[in-house]
């Protein structure tokens, strides 16, 4: 069986155009994380870093089990919002975002082999973050998506441009909650050439 790459076997998904478009998003299994605060702060960090690890741990540890397959580690994915007592503010404080970061896992990977997994690493690297590891399903429906291409403080720009696309095509933003994929490590590319996929949840205007 050839080895999946999601660059190219799931190019809709994390490779959009950047440029607004209507996507559905099926139900899929995530290692997550959840927090608050700065994404620049060391706790972020080392949230990633475990959620990574894991990963790893997946695609090294089970070539054995039933229904592997090999496959490239999906990116890294983060869920945004902002407590309620920021919202009202005119600028964003970052201290005040909440979050839940996420890495996608194959279809072969059950409840029961993901705790497997992660008690394996606890016994081989402990983490306090494991304890608030969590695995479970995220299905998003209906979206916009679209590729931003940029630093992460210019994405409101590729927001308005989602949301004039909305207004155009009678949608509605549910919420202000949205989905970013990292498809560039920030830690080795210029904020200027980062790739971003944005995405938030819509409905038809009339509902």
Known sequence: MLKHVWRKDEKGLYLPKDKPEIVSIPKFNFFMLE???NPNNEAFSDAIGVLYSLSYAVKM???NIENYFD????PLEGVWDLAEEARS??????????YTIMIRQPEFVTEEIANEVINNVKIKKSHPLLERLIFSSLEEGKCIQMLHNGSYDEEPKSFSIMEEFCIQNNLKRIS??????????ARKTDPSKLKTVL????EDNNK
């Open 176 to 185: 202000k909650v949205h989905k970013e994929i990292y498809i560039s490590d």
């Open 71 to 74: 496959y490239t580690v999906y």
């Open 89 to 98: 503010l005119n600028y964003l404080d970052k201290d005040q975002l909440i």
């Open 35 to 37: 927090g608050k605060g």
């Open 199 to 202: 995405r938030f949840k819509i």
């Open 61 to 63: 540890g089970l070539k």
